[in-house]
C-alpha cells in the first residue's frame, strides 16, 4: 500500500498570499496517478488536480500541481477567501488507492 | 446534470450488516467506473472499494476486503456495497463517487453522503 503524507498540517495564511503544500509517497506513484481535492466543511470533495497537473474541468487558473514519482506540491498562486478548507491528496495509480491525511488552510 | 443520491445509512450493532445504495443520473452510468469513499467523523477521506465501469472487476481497501462487497447493476444507474461483519471503526459518512471511464479512483463528482454509524 502506498502511503501519502502530506504537510504541513496546517497553514495560516491571509487572502492574497501563495501557499504550496506537499504530498510525498512512500513508494513511486505509477503513471503521476496523484491527484488533490478540496473539501469545505459539510460538504463532499472536490476535485481540483488529476495526473499531478492538469486542472479539472471548471477549476480556476489560481490552483495547479506539479511533481512526479514520490514528490509532489500543489499551489494556490493567490488565496481567496473560498479557498480556506482542507486539502487532500490521493494516489490512483495503485490499489488500494490511497488519500493524504489532509492539510487545513485556514484564515490568519 | 451529474447527480449521485445514496441511502441505506444507519445505526447498526457491531457484527451486523448494512447495504449501501447510490443511484446515479446526468450520465452515461454504464460507461464510467465508480467508487465508494468514507470519512469518519471529524477525520479524513478514506477511499473503500472500486468497480469498473462493466463490473467485472472490483478492489478494496485492506481495513474492508473480505467483509465488504461492491456491486452495479447498470440497468438500474445503481451502485452498491454491502457491509457485513462491521465494527465500530466503520462509522462515517460513505460517499458515492463517479470516477472516470476507465480509472478507479479519479472521482469528479460526489453525492452528499450516508452516515453509518455502528455501536451497540
Known amino acids: 500500500e502506498i502511503v501519502l503524507t502530506q504537510s504541513p498540517g496546517t497553514l495560516s495564511l491571509s487572502p492574497g498570499e501563495r501557499v504550496t503544500f506537499s504530498c510525498r509517497a512512500s513508494q513511486s506513484v505509477g503513471s503521476n496517478y496523484l491527484s488533490w481535492y478540496q473539501q469545505k466543511v459539510g460538504q463532499a470533495p472536490r476535485l481540483l488536480i488529476y495526473?499531478?497537473?492538469t486542472r479539472a474541468t471548471g477549476i480556476p487558473g489560481r490552483f495547479s500541481g506539479s511533481g512526479s514519482g514520490t514528490d509532489f506540491t500543489f499551489t494556490i498562486s493567490r488565496v481567496e477567501p473560498e479557498d480556506f478548507a482542507v486539502y487532500y491528496c490521493?494516489?490512483?495509480?495503485?490499489?488500494?488507492?490511497?488519500f493524504g491525511q489532509g492539510t487545513k488552510l485556514e484564515i490568519k | 446534470e451529474v447527480q449521485l443520491l445514496e441511502s441505506g445509512g444507519g445505526l447498526v450493532q457491531p457484527g451486523g450488516s448494512l447495504r449501501l445504495s447510490c443511484v446515479a443520473s446526468g450520465f452515461s452510468f454504464g460507461a464510467y467506473a465508480m467508487s465508494w469513499v468514507r470519512q469518519a467523523p471529524g477525520k479524513g477521506l478514506e477511499w473503500v472499494s472500486g468497480?469498473?465501469?462493466?463490473?467485472?472487476?472490483?478492489y478494496y481497501a485492506d481495513s474492508v476486503k473480505g467483509r465488504f462487497t461492491i456491486s452495479r447493476d447498470n440497468s438500474k444507474n445503481s451502485l452498491y456495497l454491502q457491509m457485513n461483519s462491521l465494527r465500530v471503526e466503520d462509522t462515517a459518512v460513505y460517499y458515492c463517487?463517479?470516477?472516470?471511464?476507465?480509472?478507479?479512483?479519479?472521482?469528479?463528482?460526489w453525492g452528499q453522503g450516508t452516515l453509518v454509524t455502528v455501536s451497540s
Open positions: 490521493q494516489q490512483y495509480g495503485s490499489s488500494p488507492y490511497t
Open positions: 495526473g499531478a497537473s
Open positions: 468497480i469498473s465501469h462493466s463490473g467485472t472487476t472490483t
Open positions: 463517487a463517479k470516477d472516470a471511464p476507465v480509472i478507479v479512483a479519479l472521482s469528479d463528482y
